[in-house]
């Protein structure tokens, strides 16, 4: 018996009127994770084309996979570093075990690799077994199908933790973000905040020690450092220059960061394949651009005597961060983002100013990208009520 028979046979007990009937959302779920939903829209008035949501969601999860690989890499690469750096033969905690295979040398790729899934692999369970666990509790009690949407949430929400975040405040994490984030609204479709970053800025609020960004996140216990962002905020780049951190070097991505936030290069053949695809709004990634490249540049032009920020650079704020997964990946969430074309442009070009402006104006967040997003979702709505009123009154006027 084929999967397709297996479940075809077992449908009559969870459609309406069935044994289990309550838990539908779970037999949709698996259905359609395997096979194309075979359900359609035959009134006349729908635009038909070949995509749906999930293969929106899926083109999503493709796009980070060379953010994932690198993930993996960076992280284990760092951790290697960290423990030659210190002398030791090995790392001090439950990894040591399978590590003890593969060595801990920072000049083998096949060591990074294993070392950092072994930091990506666990947060990235937790994170899809709390949150999965969470969107079929609110499907079976609302009687609707769990949507594809938590397999980018889930993915996301890991690549914007740093490696070495306790896998208890990953679930805490979370279960905020989807909770409070998105499900007390009404679920994917309904929620006007991006529920990863949700769920990371009750992390960096409840817990700031473990995800401020002032100390290296590195997996090795009692390895400190700064990150290069908070060497900027320090002492500028002459700062981060003097630590060993080139430009090169911070688009590559082979920095201390978040998991999936450091290399630049892996983000933009993302942000390639999401414009290709045309999953993501290029207004948005070009608003958000064009609005960090403008206030940096002023910030240039007035300078300063005693905040090394203003002097930074426009191509230094890119690859420092999270600003380059952010613009790709977070800002242009179609639920939270804007939804009229000139109103992605405002949208996108409020996150870029508003960055900037938290970096380098306010030394307390030195990374600023998250509270931005979050910032211009909030007026999303906004944006897109004074967009479409100028458009009604330039054509009454038009048709007066």
């Known amino acids: 018996m084929s999967a397709r028979d297996f479940l075809d046979s077992i449908e009559p007990i969870f459609i309406k009127g069935g044994k289990l009937e309550r838990y539908y959302g779970l037999y949709e779920m698996v259905d359609t994770f395997i096979y194309t939903p075979s359900d359609v829209t035959r009134g006349t008035t729908h635009v ?45 905690s439950w990894r040591s075990i399978p590590m003890a ?48 949407g938590f397999l980018v949430s889930s993915m996301l929400y890991t690549l914007i933790l740093p490696p070495d975040m306790p896998l208890w405040q990953v679930a805490l994490g979370i279960s905020f973000g989807i909770v409070i984030g998105k499900e007390v609204f009404g679920g994917t479709g309904k929620n006007f905040l991006n529920p990863a970053l949700t769920g990371r800025a009750f992390l960096f609020f409840a817990y700031p020690a473990a995800i401020s960004g002032d100390s290296v996140w590195v997996g090795v216990d009692g390895y400190t450092a700064a990150t290069p962002l908070g060497l900027a905020a320090q002492g500028g780049l002459d700062a981060v220059h003097g630590a060993g951190y ?9 920095m201390p960061g978040s998991l999936g936030e450091t290399s630049t290069l892996a983000i933009l053949i993302g942000a390639a394949f999401l414009l290709y695809t045309r999953i993501a ?36 704020h890119l690859t420092l961060g999270g600003f380059a997964f952010g613009m790709v990946y977070m800002a242009t969430d179609p639920v939270s983002a804007a939804m009229t074309n000139k109103g992605r442009w405002i949208f996108g070009a409020l996150i870029g100013v508003m960055v900037i402006l938290v970096r380098v104006v306010n030394p307390a967040f030195p990374e600023g990208m998250m509270l931005s997003i979050l910032f211009a979702n909030m007026f999303a709505p906004v944006i897109d009520y004074f967009v479409v009123q100028a458009n009604i009154k330039r054509r009454m006027k038009r048709h007066a």
């Open 281 to 316: 709004s290029y207004r948005i990634m070009g608003g958000v651009l064009a609005g960090m490249v403008a206030t940096s540049l002023m910030f240039n032009i007035i300078g300063s005597d005693t905040n090394p920020m203003f002097a930074m650079p426009f191509y230094w």
């Open 101 to 148: 295979i593969f060595g801990y040398s920072p000049m083998n790729p096949i060591s990074n690799l294993v070392h950092g899934a072994l930091f990506f692999l666990p947060i990235y369970i937790v994170t899809l077994a709390v949150g999965g666990v969470w969107e079929v509790l609110f499907a079976t009690v609302r009687g609707h199908e769990v949507n594809e």
């Open 246 to 254: 080139g430009w090169f070097q911070t688009f590559m991505g082979f």
């Open 48 to 92: 038909r084309d070949g995509n749906d949501l999930k293969r929106t969601m899926t083109f999503v999860v493709i796009a980070t996979f060379f953010c994932i690989l690198m993930a993996m890499y960076n992280s284990g690469y760092q951790a290697n570093l960290a423990i030659e750096a210190m002398g030791l033969t090995e790392a001090q």
